[in-house]
């Protein structure tokens, strides 16, 4: 999991007394359940410094609000009950959290920050291409996960190899979660990260799976910090995607920010409202 607040080396912000003053009142409209006012301060605030992280997180918060990616997750959860999950890219282990102690887990990530390890985690310390290639997951869990999450290196070519590793591991009714798939700006949509908030190249995984997998459905759901994409239908014998690889990879990578055109469109949005997260879920799974 990349964590947003992770500071860049070399960053030298400016201005921040200003910077924090707007911010106040955008988090004081925020409040206040003034969401046009608080857009404008935290915009402002992103053009005065970038590199304050209450700019951008700030602005997340302005541009999708409602419950926060852990809480939809957490009902997720508690709907769906998945006896095994997967997670790729467990940082600080937030996620992991959620889940009681019945439930198998795998987590991946090569440099995790998780203080104290559930005894019922199975944490491999290593990059998630290393993990596919030296391990079976099926044999680990014992059959197939019913719920995955896909949070790791924030650039499309890694999260499609997650996506491609995990699938051969699906059953029918398996659903895979990925995160930070719906950019706030271009600067925070980028390969290379240039801004303490970053969710990188990441969302090309949306119109990538819609094109290149018609048979899979899938929806985003514009959720703080950066959005989270919910994939049902999987297919284990599939092999459109790890044939095609090269060419797929060369072609969504190439993809620029300024190709996003009808935003709800383009991402297959739904509101961030439980009782239609929830109906989209029975309804696909």
């Known amino acids: 999991m990349q964590d947003h607040n992770e500071k860049v080396e070399g960053n030298k912000p400016d201005c921040r007394e200003s910077c924090e003053s707007i911010c106040a009142a955008g988090y004081n409209s925020l409040h206040a359940g003034d969401l046009t006012s608080a857009l404008a301060f935290f915009k402002q605030a992103v053009e005065l410094d970038a590199d304050y992280i209450h700019s951008y997180m700030g602005l997340a918060k302005a541009r999708m609000p409602g419950d926060g990616y852990i809480e939809i997750i957490k009902k997720l959860i508690a709907l769906l009950k998945p006896e095994k999950y997967v997670e790729i890219g467990v940082e600080k282990g937030s996620v992991l959290k959620l889940f009681d102690s019945s439930v198998e887990i795998v987590g991946v990530d090569p440099a995790p920050q998780v203080e104290a390890v559930p005894e019922n985690v199975k944490l491999y310390e290593e990059p998630s291409d290393n993990f596919f290639a030296k391990y079976d997951l099926e044999v680990i869990l014992d059959g197939s996960f019913d719920l995955a999450f896909i949070d790791g290196l924030h650039i499309f070519e890694q999260v499609l190899r997650d996506f491609i590793n995990l699938e051969k591991y699906a059953a029918p009714n398996s659903i895979c979660l990925i995160h930070d798939c719906l950019p706030l700006d271009r600067r925070t949509a980028e390969r290379q990260r240039s801004t303490i908030f970053w969710s990188g190249d990441v969302w090309k ?11 899979l459905s899938l929806f985003v759901i514009p959720t703080y910090p950066a959005g989270l994409c919910v994939v049902t239908g999987l297919n284990r014998n599939s092999q459109v995607l790890a044939e095609a690889y090269d060419d797929i990879e060369r ?35």
């Open 205 to 215: 995984i949306v119109p990538c799976l819609k094109q290149m997998r018609p048979d």
């Open 251 to 285: 072609k969504y990578r190439g993809l620029d920010y300024n190709d996003i055109q009808t935003r709800n469109l383009y991402f297959s949005l739904i509101p961030n409202d439980w009782a239609m997260i929830r109906a989209n879920v029975e309804r696909e799974s």
